[in-house]
């Protein structure tokens, strides 16, 4: 599933299943689903460091976050995405060399001469980062007001786990994953400026709608 968009800016929220539902009634409505090429099941792995929190006085700073992805059930090449303000750059990681990671092998990571990885490798060793909280969810993607460049994602069936080194098996973690009942997501992303028809649309369709800051939980 092709799942990368560019765009400047970006807008998550929670939707309950009334508002979600009536958000998709009218998306669909209007025929601006993506169809396949935007529909599938995303698997992410999130990386975070820990040290402000094991040493008093260290404060969190605002550095780059990581986060694995895989998509339609299929682990075979991933994406590992750097985050940084507004700012997301992604490289290429094939399924052997996550499983070396999983295992806790990173010199590999230095060896390729991709920034991206680079970047991630000095996180791992020098503000020590760790696996989090796993997500995985069904997405639809929409596609809307072209001129303005702005994107639709919905996403649900969304599960959580804690077990990162079954990441790369997605039946087990079908299994064994706590469902998030209920719940559902809105990412949202613009180029440049949102329409006040589009602003409408959402106070109309998910007026309980919640805003995200974090985009892994």
Not at 16 to 36: F, I, K
Not at 139 to 151: A, C, F, N, Q, V
Request: proline content about 4%; overall charge negative; some cysteine.
């Amino acid at each position: 599933m092709e799942n990368v968009y560019p765009s400047g800016h970006e807008l998550r929220y929670a939707l309950n299943q009334t508002d979600y539902q009536t958000l998709r009634s009218r998306l669909t409505a209007a025929g601006t689903a993506d169809g396949g090429r935007g529909s599938g099941w995303v698997h992410t792995l999130g990386f975070a460091s820990y040290i402000h929190k094991a040493l008093p006085g260290r404060e969190e700073r605002t550095e780059a976050r990581f986060a694995l992805r895989y998509y339609n059930s299929d682990p075979t090449f991933l994406l590992l995405e750097r985050r940084e303000g507004e700012t997301t750059a992604t490289a290429m990681v094939a399924e052997a060399e996550c499983r070396a990671l999983l295992a806790g092998e990173t010199s590999w990571l230095a060896e390729r001469h991709d920034p991206v990885l680079r970047d991630f490798h000095a996180g791992l060793t020098e503000r020590m980062l760790l696996p989090q909280m796993m997500l995985m969810y069904h997405r639809e993607s929409y596609t809307l007001l072209e001129d303005y460049g702005i994107w639709l994602a919905l996403d649900t069936d969304i599960r959580v786990s804690l077990q990162h080194e079954d990441f790369l098996d997605p039946e087990l973690l079908a299994r064994e994953a706590v469902a998030r009942t209920g719940q559902a997501l809105l990412e949202v992303s613009y180029t440049d400026t949102i329409p006040d028809r589009f602003l409408c649309l959402l106070e109309e369709a998910a007026p309980r709608r919640r805003m995200l800051v974090d985009r892994y939980l």
